[in-house]
C-alpha cells in the first residue's frame, strides 16, 4: 500500500482528514511516506552507518484530492506502489552495493515497472486461468471462478514461503517487520526509542499482504457474481485486467474500514486473516533493524512538521 500505513496524522498537519503513514521494507533498509514528503533509511554494510535519503512527493497523485476520493484512493495505491515502492527498493540496493550517489532516470523506472508488470500478469492472472480450464472444463462458470480462485491463492502463499527461504529475503521481512513496530509504536503514541518499539506487534491491520488477502477474496466473490456471462478466453482476460481498479478500490476500503474499526466484532473475526498471512511477510528484527526504521520515520516527519 505501500506497505503497512500508520499513525493518524500529527496534530500540527493542516488538514481536517485523518491522515496514515506509509512504510516499505527496502534493500537493508525502510521506507517511509507521508502525506507530501518521503524518507528512505539503509544501513550501510561496511561502515554501519544509516544512510537517509529524503524526497517530496509532488506528483498529482499524492496532492491532488481527485485521488483521494473513495475507492479512487485504492487506485492510488497502486500506482505508487509501482512508483515509490519500486523507486525505493532500487536506490536502495544501489545504495547497499556501495553506489552511494544514485540518480533514477525515468527510463529505468518505466523498464522496471513494466517488467514487474508483466511478470505479476502472468503468474498471478494467466496460470490461474489455463489452470481453471484445465481443472474445471465442465464445471460451469462458478466453479472456474472458484477454482481459478482457489490456484491464484495457492500461487500467492506458495510464493511467499518459498521467498522466504531465500536468506536476502528473509532480511528483507525483517525489515517489513522493523517498520510495523516502528509505526504500530507511534500509533501507540510510545517513544521512537528501540526499547519501546521493541514491545510493539510486527502486525499490522493496514499491511499490504493483508491487502493482497482481502484482494484475493473480493475477486473469487465478484468474478463468480458476473459468472453468468462465459466469456471467451479473450473475454476473461480482459475482464481480469478491467477488474483490477475495481477490486483494488474494494480491497483498499475494506482494509481501511477494518484498520478503523478494530474493536468491532465482526471486524475482529474478519481482519485475523489478514493479520495471519503477515506471519509469512515477516521476521523479528534486530535492534540495528529497529534503528533504521525508527530513522526512516523520524525523517519523514521532520520534513512533514517543517512544511505545514
Known sequence: MPDAVGAPRAASQPSKEPFFYGGQAVIEGVMMRGRHHYAIAVRLSRSGEIRVQRGRLTGSIYSGSF????FVRGLAMLAEQMHLGMKSLIWSAAVSAGEEEVELGRR???ISVGLALVAVLALFIGLPLL????????????GFTLVEGVIRAALVLGYLVLIARVPDVRRVFQYHAAEHMTINA????????????RRASRLHPRCGTGFVVV????????????????????????????????????GYESIRFMARHPRQRVVRVLIRPVLWTQLLTT???SDDMLEVGIA??????EDEVAAA
Open 283 to 285: 521476521r523479528e528484527p
Open 131 to 142: 489452470g481453471a480450464g484445465l481443472a474445471a472444463r465442465h464445471a460451469g462458470s462458478v
Open 215 to 250: 484482494v484475493l477474496v473480493i475477486s473469487i466473490v465478484l468474478f463468480s457474481l458476473f459468472g453468468f456471462l462465459n466469456p471467451n478466453w479473450l473475454g476473461l482476460i480482459v475482464s481480469r485486467l478491467v477488474g483490477i481498479p475495481v477490486i483494488a478500490g474494494l
Open 108 to 110: 529505468e523506472l518505466l
Open 186 to 197: 507511534f500509533e501507540s503514541g510510545w517513544p521512537l526509542e528501540v526499547e519501546q518499539v
Open 67 to 70: 485521488w483521494r476520493l473513495p
Open 296 to 301: 526512516a520515520l523520524r525523517a519523514a516527519r
